[in-house]
């Protein structure tokens, strides 16, 4: 019995040290991720399988990148950034995440209505009007660290689509082929799919957001300071950073790869080829959940979703505050940061603006992920150049690794964005 109680101690102990990386991880499976996975399996079968594989590494390097800047300098991206480039550059990045963030916080907030309406009938606006206010007053009124304690449970509910593959036939040649082999059809569709992949997983607001929250753990304990002023921090810090964001970044492609698999086994195997509507998404989970599918997939969205959104603003307001020089910081009382909590009431506002849009919620999933997938490119190469750059960095800067999986990652993303284009 004493072993077993140790073990759950040690597994406790293990969840609450889960920081920064696996939350980024947790909440990269936003409803736009859900869409534009389940869209994927479900159009083209297995074969972009490979993308979610592909860009694991690439998160991580990303991700880790981010996350370094951050706990080496004692500062966010944005403040980062204005030390090297020109203010108006500096700006128009943000300018940029601000306008993508507040797509894709609409597009969330849109979805989580329509996912409760599957459940209890009802008004679509409405159910999002409700999630607008919750979520504002929960970020406002909850310490952030409390909200994400409880939420990241909630995102447990999407390893459902790994238990579809025991319900149903599943060609496993097909998928190693899909998996391990890249191939697409060269059209405008097709890319803009890749697109919308690439955006949805390597999200620029998930740039942003890692690395302050770094600052935040940082500056919240008495012993920490920047690696910059504690270089003897740096070997316990930088490896935490590194096996924690393979293991958040891992568990969220995980996901991404079964959401795909788990649609084209069941959506696109029996010729249900473009999805509409969040009741075609889910019904990619009734194999499992038979009449349940509705309440899971919506379990699903409304718990991702209530993760993302304060992410996804908070991560604006982050960049917005240190570009403007205010106060900023979830743990912070609205008092003491009214410019900081302006901006996320600001974002989540426009959001729910967005949801009139005349697009239905799922396409608008989709489609956020697309305008992430542009953006992303300049934002990270910003990313790159400061992480590179020893006067901001000292000895610090990114691992040899990082920079050629960072490069390749924005190489990539940018080709895809002009291919689309040019495409379309």
């Not at 949805?200 to 600052?215: A, D, G, N, R």
């Not at 008495?222 to 958040?248: F, N, Y």
């Not at 912070?332 to 729910?352: E, Q, T």
């Not at 999933?365 to 990270?380: F, K, Q, Y």
């Amino acid at each position: 019995m004493d072993s077993v109680a140790e073990s759950s101690g040690q597994l406790n102990q293990l969840f609450k040290r889960l920081g920064p990386g696996v939350v980024t991880g947790a909440a990269d499976d936003d409803p736009s991720g859900i869409a534009t996975y389940s869209q994927a399996g479900a159009a083209t079968g297995f074969s972009l399988l490979w993308t979610v594989v592909l860009t694991w590494p690439m998160m991580v390097a990303v991700q880790s990148v981010s996350a370094r800047i951050g706990r080496v300098t004692g500062h966010g991206l944005a403040a980062n950034m204005l030390g090297v480039f020109p203010r108006w550059v500096v700006g128009g990045l943000v300018g940029l995440l601000f306008i993508a963030n507040t797509i894709n916080v609409g597009a969330d907030l849109s979805a989580m209505g329509a996912a409760t309406r599957l459940v209890l009938g009802g008004n679509q606006h409405l159910y999002t009007l409700l999630f607008a206010v919750v979520t504002l007053l929960s970020v406002v009124l909850v310490p952030y660290h409390r909200y994400v304690g409880v939420l990241k449970w909630l995102t447990f509910s999407l390893f459902a689509y790994v238990g579809v593959v025991f319900a149903v036939h599943i060609d496993w040649r097909a998928v190693a082929i899909g998996a391990l082999l890249p191939r697409f059809e060269l059209s405008g569709d097709a890319v803009t799919l890749i697109v919308a992949i690439f955006g949805t997983t390597i999200s620029p607001y998930l740039f942003f957001w890692q690395s302050s929250q770094e600052v935040e753990e940082e500056e919240g304990d008495p012993a920490a300071a920047p690696l910059l002023k504690k270089p003897q921090q740096a070997p316990h810090e930088l490896q935490r950073i590194g096996w924690e964001t393979w293991v958040g970044m891992g568990m969220s492609n995980l996901v991404a790869f079964f959401i795909i698999l788990t649609t084209a086994a069941t959506l696109n195997a029996h010729g249900h080829t473009d999805i509409q509507t969040s009741e075609q998404a889910a019904a990619a989970l009734k194999p499992i959940a038979g009449n349940w599918a509705f309440a899971l997939f919506s379990l699903g969205i409304i718990g991702t979703g209530l993760l993302a959104v304060p992410i996804l603003t908070g991560s604006a307001a982050y960049a917005a505050g240190e570009f403007g020089g205010f106060t900023i910081g979830l743990e912070n009382p609205p008092r003491k940061a009214k410019a900081f909590y302006g901006v996320i009431a600001a974002s989540i506002v426009l959001g729910v603006a967005v949801d009139l849009s005349p697009l239905e919620p799922f396409r608008m999933l989709v489609w956020s992920a697309v305008v992430n997938g542009v953006i992303t490119v300049p934002i990270l190469i910003a990313v790159m150049i400061v992480a590179s750059r020893p006067e901001q960095m000292g000895e610090f800067v990114a691992t040899l690794s990082q920079r050629v999986f960072g490069w390749i990652t924005t190489a990539m993303m940018g080709a895809a964005a002009v291919g689309m284009f040019v495409l379309m």
